[in-house]
């Protein structure tokens, strides 16, 4: 059970590290023995962390009365008004391309709709992470490894 928790919990704090994420957690997990049913999961939530993590920390800082002009300053209604309208294309392509960590700051300081945003974001993160399980899988049959 200890070896079992504490593979998951490399896992989760690979997927939460900025640049390593998903690519490098889900593999990792399926290469240390883990069940790819675990590890998707335990993938998904330490590369999610972030994203609730920077959506609480932006929320507070909003608060202060300098910074919410500094963040105003970096926003404009037009572009906020295309991120409502094709975030979800922006959000599902470039949680791969760009990360969870920047692509939150940025979805954040365009003033994307926080839940919508979450709502993508995780849809995004649980489908990469299940993809890359499933590229792993197909690799590592048609190699003959892990039979």
């Known amino acids: 059970m200890v070896e079992y928790i504490s593979k998951a919990f490399l896992v989760g704090l690979i997927a939460f590290l900025p640049i390593l994420e998903i690519y490098t957690a889900v593999p990792t997990g399926i290469g ?3 069940d790819y049913f675990s590890t998707v999961v335990f993938s998904v939530i330490g590369n999610y962390a972030p994203v ?3 959506n609480v920390g932006y929320e507070r800082l909003n608060r202060i ?3 919410q002009e ?3 300053k970096l926003s404009s209604e037009r572009l906020k008004n295309w991120i409502d309208r094709y975030g979800i ?3 599902v392509l470039g949680v791969p391309l760009i990360g969870v960590w920047p692509l ?6 365009f003033r994307m709709n926080s839940g919508l945003f979450l709502i993508y ?3 995004s993160v649980v489908l990469y ?9 197909t690799g590592s049959h048609w190699l003959h490894i892990g039979k």
């Open 104 to 109: 939150t700051i940025t979805m954040k300081l």
């Open 32 to 34: 240390m023995g883990l």
């Open 121 to 123: 974001s995780f849809i």
């Open 129 to 137: 992470s299940v993809a890359i399980a499933a590229i792993v899988h």
């Open 70 to 72: 500094w963040f105003a």
């Open 52 to 54: 609730l993590l920077l």
């Open 65 to 67: 009365p300098k910074v």
């Open 89 to 91: 294309g922006f959000i």
